[in-house]
C-alpha cells in the first residue's frame, strides 16, 4: 500500500456542555501513535469554535465526542459551520453514547462513521487512514 | 504463640517452600496476573504479607481507625440505603420515576441534572441547545424544584443532589422548596456534591475558578452547621475520577486529598473542625476487582480517620469516619451484549456491601446506550434487594478483615495514597496540583494504560475482547428524551419571569453581587434569592461575573 504523504491532521472537539472528555483524550492520544497531527479542543465548545479551529488549523478530519445526548443537535450544527467557513471536505466523525438508531440516522444524513463504545482506538485510526488514503488518491488521479 | 512457636514458623516457612516449589513447576495461563489497575498479585497471601496490627490497623467497628466499618452494629440495624441516581427530562417528569422508585420500596432520592443546570445556565440559554433534559433533569428556578418535589414529604424523604459548581444555588432551591412545603430546614436531610476540586480534576462541570468555589463550599459548611444540621455539606466523590480512568489507588488518594483540603480550608474560615468534619461524606466507585474494591473502602475509612484525628485535630469521633455512598462502575458497562452488565453490577455491588457502604446506586444494563428504563432500573435495584435479602452476607460485619489478600491491599492502598499525598504536598497543595495539571494526567496516564491493556487483550471484556458475538442492533429497549421537553422548559421560563416581581429579582441580584466583593454567607443571599424567583442562570451570571471563568490548563 501507498503511504500517505503528509501527515493527517485531525481536531478532536467536545461541543457542548459535556464534561466526559476520557474518550476524546484517550482517542487523541491512540491517533498521534498512529502518526496523525493531533488538536484537542479542550471542553465546552461551541460549535462555532470547533468549526473556527478547524479552518485555522486547516484540518482534514472532525472527531466529535458525545455523551451527553445532544448528538443530535450537535453534529448538524458543527457540520452547517464548517460548511459556512469552506471546510464541507472535511471528514467528520465521532462518537460517545449515542444509541444505534441516531448513529443509523446520523451516517445516512452524511455525517460519516460514528463510533460506539468498546471500539479499539486501532479500529477509528485505520477507518481514517483508509478514508484518508481515497480521497487523496482521488485528488492525485484528478 | 506458644513455647515452641519457633518451631512452628520453621515449619510454616519449609511448606511455604515447598508450596513455591511446586507452584513453580506448574504451568500457568498466559494472562498477566495484575489487580484491574495494573498491580502485580502475588498467587498467595499469607500473614507475611499482611503484617496488621489488630488494635491499631483495624480495631472495632464503629470505632478507631474503623477500618472494619464506621458502626459497631453494620447491617444487622439497618441496611444500607438503596438510592438510584435518577433524572431526565422535565421536573415533572423526573417527579415520577422519584415516586416510582419510592413505591419499589427504594430509600432514598438521588437526583441527577442536566448538563445546562450543571454548568449554571438555564434551559433558555443558548449554550442549552440541545442538553435541556439529556442526562438528567432540568431545574433553572425554585419553581421547577418545587414540581420536581411535588407530593413528596421533604421532611422524611433524604435526597441526594448531584451538583458542583452551581451546588449552593440548587441547595438553595431545595432550602426554599422545603420552606414552601412548610418544612423546617433543620428536618430536611441529604446530600449535595459540591465537591469542586474534583470537577476540575476530571468531572469537568464547574462554574467559577477554585478560590472562590472554595469559599462557597466553606459558606455552605458555616451555613448548614447552624441551620440545617441534618444535611451533608459535601459528598467528597473519587466516583468521577475512577470513571475518568484512574487507579484505585488514585482514586483513593486524590478524593482524600481533596477532603483535607475541604478541611484545611474550613478551619481557615474559621470553623470548628468538629463543627462540620461530621457533615462530610464520601462517594466512591465500586469497580471490578472484586477484592481491591473491598480493600479500597477499608483503606479509605483507616486513613481519613488517622488523618482527621492525629493531623486536623478532630476530637469528634464522627469527625473520624468516612461514610459513604458507592455506585457501580458505569465504565465497566458495555454496550456489546448488555444484558450481561446486570451481572457486571451484581459483583460491583457485592464489594461495596462488603466494604461497608453506606448507601448504593447500582447502574442499570442499558447505560451505556441512553439513559436507563423504568424496567432496567428495576433490575438494578432488585440486584441490591437480593443482596440484602437473599444471599445473607449482610449479617456479618467486615467479612473479608483478617483475609491475608485483603488486608496486604488495604495496607497497600493505604501506603500508596501516602506517597501521592507527599507528591501532591511537594506541588504545592492540591488545587496547586490541579492547576499544573497534575492530577488530570495521572488520571489520563492510567486511562490510556487501561485502553492499552483492552486492546491487546491482556485484561479481558466479555463481549469485547472476547466472547465476542455480532450484533446488529440494541437487543433491549432504549429511553429516548422527548424533544418537546426542551421547549417547554423556554416555556416555564419565559411565563415565570413575566409573572414574578422584576424589583425584587434585581435586589436580590445585587444582594449576592455585594455578598461576592465581602464576606457574607453567599448560601444566605442565594436562598433570598430562589425565594425571590430569580432563575439559576441569573444567580450564576453574577457569579461568573464577580468571579470570572474556569480555565482548564492544557494537558494533551
Same mark, same amino acid.
Given at each position: 500500500?501507498?503511504?500517505?504523504? =503528509?501527515?493527517?491532521?485531525? /481536531?478532536?472537539?467536545?461541543?457542548?456542555?459535556?464534561?466526559?472528555? =476520557?474518550?476524546?483524550?484517550?482517542?487523541?492520544?491512540?491517533? =498521534?501513535?498512529?502518526?496523525?497531527?493531533?488538536?484537542?479542543?479542550?471542553?465546552?465548545?461551541?460549535?462555532?469554535?470547533?468549526?473556527?479551529?478547524?479552518?485555522?488549523?486547516?484540518?482534514?478530519?472532525?472527531?466529535?465526542?458525545? /455523551?451527553?445526548?445532544?448528538?443530535?443537535?450537535?453534529?448538524?450544527?458543527?457540520?452547517?459551520?464548517?460548511?459556512?467557513?469552506?471546510?464541507?471536505?472535511?471528514? /467528520?466523525?465521532?462518537?460517545?453514547?449515542?444509541?444505534?438508531?441516531?448513529?443509523?440516522? /446520523?451516517?445516512?444524513?452524511?455525517?460519516?462513521?460514528?463510533?460506539?463504545?468498546?471500539?479499539?482506538?486501532?479500529?477509528?485510526?485505520?477507518?481514517?487512514?483508509?478514508?484518508?488514503?481515497?480521497?487523496?488518491?482521488?485528488?492525485?488521479?484528478? | 504463640?506458644? @513455647?515452641?512457636?519457633?518451631?512452628?514458623?520453621?515449619?510454616?516457612?519449609?511448606?511455604?517452600?515447598? +508450596?513455591?516449589?511446586?507452584?513453580? $513447576?506448574?504451568?500457568?495461563?498466559?494472562?498477566?496476573?495484575?489487580?484491574?489497575?495494573?498491580?502485580?498479585?502475588?498467587?498467595?497471601?499469607?500473614?507475611?504479607?499482611?503484617?496488621?496490627?489488630?488494635?491499631?490497623?483495624?480495631?472495632?467497628?464503629?470505632?478507631?481507625?474503623?477500618?472494619?466499618?464506621?458502626?459497631?452494629?453494620?447491617?444487622?440495624?439497618?441496611? +444500607?440505603?438503596?438510592?438510584?441516581?435518577?433524572?431526565?427530562?422535565?421536573?415533572?417528569?423526573?417527579?415520577?420515576?422519584?415516586?416510582?422508585?419510592?413505591?419499589?420500596?427504594?430509600?432514598?432520592?438521588?437526583?441527577?441534572?442536566?448538563?445546562?443546570?450543571?454548568?449554571?445556565?438555564?434551559?433558555?440559554?443558548?449554550?442549552?441547545?440541545?442538553?435541556?433534559?439529556?442526562?438528567?433533569?432540568? @431545574?433553572?428556578?425554585?419553581?421547577?424544584?418545587?414540581?420536581?418535589?411535588?407530593? #413528596?414529604?421533604?421532611?422524611?424523604?433524604?435526597?441526594?443532589?448531584?451538583?458542583?459548581?452551581?451546588?449552593?444555588?440548587?441547595?438553595?432551591?431545595?432550602?426554599?422548596?422545603?420552606?414552601?412545603?412548610?418544612?423546617?430546614?433543620?428536618?430536611?436531610?441529604?446530600?449535595?456534591?459540591?465537591?469542586?476540586?474534583?470537577?476540575?480534576?476530571?468531572?469537568?462541570? +464547574?462554574?467559577?475558578?477554585?478560590?472562590?468555589?472554595?469559599?462557597?463550599?466553606?459558606?455552605?459548611?458555616?451555613?448548614?452547621?447552624?441551620?440545617?444540621?441534618?444535611?451533608?455539606?459535601?459528598?467528597?466523590?473519587?466516583?468521577? @475520577?475512577?470513571?475518568?480512568?484512574?487507579?484505585?489507588?488514585?482514586?483513593?488518594?486524590?478524593?482524600?486529598?481533596?477532603?483535607?483540603?475541604?478541611?484545611?480550608?474550613?478551619?481557615?474560615?474559621?470553623?470548628?473542625?468538629?463543627?462540620?468534619?461530621?457533615?462530610?461524606? &464520601?462517594? &466512591?466507585?465500586?469497580?471490578?476487582?472484586? &477484592?481491591?474494591?473491598?480493600?479500597?473502602?477499608?483503606?479509605?475509612?483507616?486513613?481519613?480517620?488517622?488523618?482527621?484525628?492525629?493531623?486536623?485535630?478532630?476530637?469528634?469521633?464522627?469527625?473520624?469516619?468516612?461514610?459513604?455512598?458507592?455506585?457501580?462502575?458505569?465504565?465497566?458497562?458495555?454496550?456489546?451484549?448488555?444484558?450481561?452488565?446486570?451481572?457486571?453490577?451484581?459483583?460491583?455491588?457485592?464489594?461495596?456491601?462488603?466494604?461497608?457502604?453506606?448507601?448504593?446506586?447500582?447502574?442499570?444494563?442499558?447505560?451505556?446506550?441512553?439513559?436507563?428504563?423504568?424496567?432496567?432500573?428495576?433490575?438494578?435495584?432488585?440486584?441490591?434487594?437480593?443482596?440484602?435479602?437473599?444471599?445473607?452476607?449482610?449479617?456479618?460485619?467486615?467479612?473479608?478483615?483478617?483475609?491475608?489478600?485483603?488486608?496486604?491491599?488495604?495496607?497497600?492502598?493505604?501506603?500508596?495514597?501516602?506517597?501521592?499525598?507527599?507528591?501532591?504536598?511537594?506541588?504545592?497543595?492540591?488545587?496547586?496540583?490541579?492547576?499544573?495539571?497534575?492530577?488530570?494526567?495521572?488520571?489520563?496516564?492510567?486511562?490510556?494504560?487501561?485502553?492499552?491493556?483492552?486492546?491487546?487483550?491482556?485484561? $479481558?471484556?466479555?463481549?469485547?475482547?472476547?466472547?465476542?458475538?455480532?450484533?446488529?442492533?440494541?437487543? #433491549?429497549?432504549?429511553?429516548?428524551?422527548?424533544?418537546?421537553?426542551?421547549?417547554?422548559?423556554?416555556?416555564?421560563?419565559?411565563?415565570?419571569?413575566?409573572?414574578?416581581?422584576?424589583? $425584587?429579582?434585581?435586589?436580590?441580584?445585587?444582594?449576592?453581587?455585594?455578598?461576592?466583593?465581602?464576606?457574607?454567607?453567599?448560601?444566605?443571599?442565594?436562598?433570598?434569592?430562589?425565594?425571590?424567583?430569580?432563575?439559576?442562570?441569573?444567580?450564576?451570571?453574577?457569579?461568573?461575573?464577580? &468571579?470570572?471563568?474556569?480555565?482548564?490548563?492544557?494537558?494533551?
Amino acid at each position: 500500500m501507498q503511504m500517505t504523504s =503528509r501527515k493527517i491532521r485531525v /481536531l478532536v472537539g467536545k461541543p457542548g456542555l459535556d464534561g466526559h472528555d =476520557r474518550g476524546a483524550k484517550t482517542v487523541a492520544s491512540a491517533l =498521534r501513535d498512529h502518526g496523525m497531527e493531533v488538536i484537542y479542543t479542550g471542553l465546552h465548545q461551541t460549535p462555532e469554535a470547533i468549526a473556527e479551529i478547524a479552518a485555522q488549523e486547516d484540518v482534514d478530519v472532525v472527531g466529535l465526542s458525545i /455523551l451527553s445526548g445532544a448528538h443530535m443537535a450537535l453534529f448538524p450544527r458543527v457540520r452547517a459551520e464548517l460548511e459556512k467557513r469552506g471546510m464541507g471536505h472535511v471528514l /467528520l466523525t465521532g462518537g460517545g453514547i449515542i444509541p444505534m438508531d441516531d448513529m443509523a440516522t /446520523l451516517e445516512s444524513a452524511g455525517y460519516a462513521k460514528l463510533f460506539g463504545p468498546g471500539t479499539p482506538t486501532e479500529a477509528i485510526a485505520k477507518w481514517i487512514q483508509g478514508e484518508m488514503e481515497k480521497r487523496w488518491q482521488a485528488e492525485g488521479a484528478q | 504463640m506458644t @513455647i515452641d512457636g519457633s518451631r512452628t514458623e520453621v515449619r510454616a516457612v519449609d511448606a511455604r517452600a515447598l +508450596w513455591q516449589e511446586e507452584f513453580d $513447576k506448574a504451568k500457568k495461563r498466559g494472562v498477566e496476573f495484575t489487580s484491574l489497575s495494573g498491580a502485580p498479585l502475588a498467587p498467595l497471601y499469607g500473614p507475611e504479607d499482611a503484617r496488621t496490627d489488630f488494635e491499631n490497623d483495624l480495631g472495632y467497628p464503629g470505632s478507631f481507625p474503623y477500618t472494619r466499618g464506621v458502626h459497631p452494629t453494620m447491617y444487622r440495624s439497618r441496611l +444500607w440505603t438503596m438510592r438510584q441516581f435518577a433524572g431526565f427530562g422535565s421536573a415533572r417528569q423526573t417527579n415520577e420515576r422519584f415516586k416510582f422508585l419510592l413505591a419499589h420500596g427504594q430509600t432514598g432520592l438521588s437526583t441527577a441534572f442536566d448538563f445546562p443546570t450543571l454548568m449554571g445556565y438555564d434551559s433558555d440559554h443558548a449554550h442549552s441547545l440541545g442538553e435541556v433534559g439529556q442526562v438528567g433533569v432540568a @431545574i433553572s428556578s425554585l419553581a421547577d424544584m418545587e414540581v420536581l418535589m411535588d407530593g #413528596i414529604p421533604m421532611a422524611e424523604v433524604s435526597t441526594s443532589m448531584t451538583i458542583n459548581g452551581p451546588a449552593p444555588i440548587l441547595l438553595a432551591f431545595y432550602i426554599a422548596c422545603g420552606e414552601r412545603q412548610g418544612v423546617d430546614p433543620k428536618l430536611l436531610r441529604g446530600t449535595v456534591q459540591n465537591d469542586i476540586l474534583k470537577e476540575y480534576q476530571a468531572q469537568h462541570a +464547574w462554574l467559577v475558578p477554585a478560590e472562590p468555589a472554595l469559599r462557597m463550599i466553606t459558606d455552605v459548611m458555616g451555613y448548614c452547621a447552624k441551620r440545617v444540621p441534618q444535611w451533608n455539606t459535601i459528598s467528597i466523590s473519587g466516583y468521577h @475520577i475512577r470513571e475518568a480512568g484512574s487507579t484505585a489507588a488514585q482514586e483513593l488518594a486524590f478524593t482524600l486529598a481533596n477532603g483535607m483540603e475541604y478541611v484545611r480550608r474550613g478551619k481557615a474560615a474559621g470553623l470548628d473542625v468538629d463543627e462540620f468534619a461530621p457533615r462530610l461524606s &464520601f462517594f &466512591f466507585d465500586s469497580h471490578l476487582d472484586f &477484592f481491591e474494591e473491598i480493600a479500597k473502602f477499608r483503606a479509605a475509612r483507616r486513613i481519613w480517620a488517622r488523618k482527621m484525628r492525629d493531623t486536623f485535630g478532630a476530637k469528634d469521633p464522627r469527625s473520624w469516619m468516612v461514610r459513604f455512598h458507592t455506585q457501580t462502575a458505569g465504565v465497566s458497562l458495555t454496550a456489546q451484549q448488555p444484558e450481561n452488565n446486570i451481572v457486571r453490577t451484581a459483583f460491583e455491588a457485592l464489594a461495596a456491601v462488603l466494604g461497608g457502604t453506606q448507601s448504593l446506586h447500582t447502574n442499570s444494563m442499558d447505560e451505556t446506550l441512553s439513559l436507563p428504563t423504568e424496567k432496567a432500573v428495576k433490575i438494578a435495584l432488585r440486584t441490591q434487594q437480593i443482596i440484602a435479602e437473599e444471599i445473607e452476607v449482610a449479617h456479618v460485619i467486615d467479612p473479608l478483615g483478617g483475609s491475608y489478600y485483603v488486608e496486604a491491599l488495604t495496607n497497600r492502598l493505604e501506603a500508596e495514597a501516602e506517597r501521592y499525598f507527599a507528591e501532591i504536598e511537594r506541588r504545592g497543595g492540591v488545587v496547586a496540583a490541579t492547576e499544573q495539571g497534575y492530577i488530570q494526567k495521572e488520571i489520563h496516564r492510567s486511562a490510556v494504560a487501561y485502553t492499552a491493556a483492552v486492546e491487546r487483550a491482556s485484561k $479481558k471484556v466479555v463481549g469485547v475482547n472476547c466472547y465476542v458475538e455480532d450484533e446488529k442492533g440494541p437487543t #433491549i429497549e432504549l429511553h429516548k428524551i422527548d424533544p418537546a421537553v426542551e421547549r417547554e422548559q423556554h416555556e416555564r421560563l419565559a411565563a415565570l419571569r413575566k409573572k414574578r416581581d422584576g424589583a $425584587k429579582v434585581k435586589r436580590a441580584l445585587g444582594d449576592i453581587r455585594d455578598a461576592c466583593k465581602s464576606s457574607d454567607n453567599l448560601l444566605e443571599r442565594f436562598v433570598a434569592a430562589a425565594h425571590a424567583d430569580c432563575t439559576l442562570g441569573e444567580i450564576a451570571d453574577v457569579l461568573r461575573a464577580e &468571579f470570572g471563568h474556569y480555565k482548564e490548563p492544557k494537558i494533551l
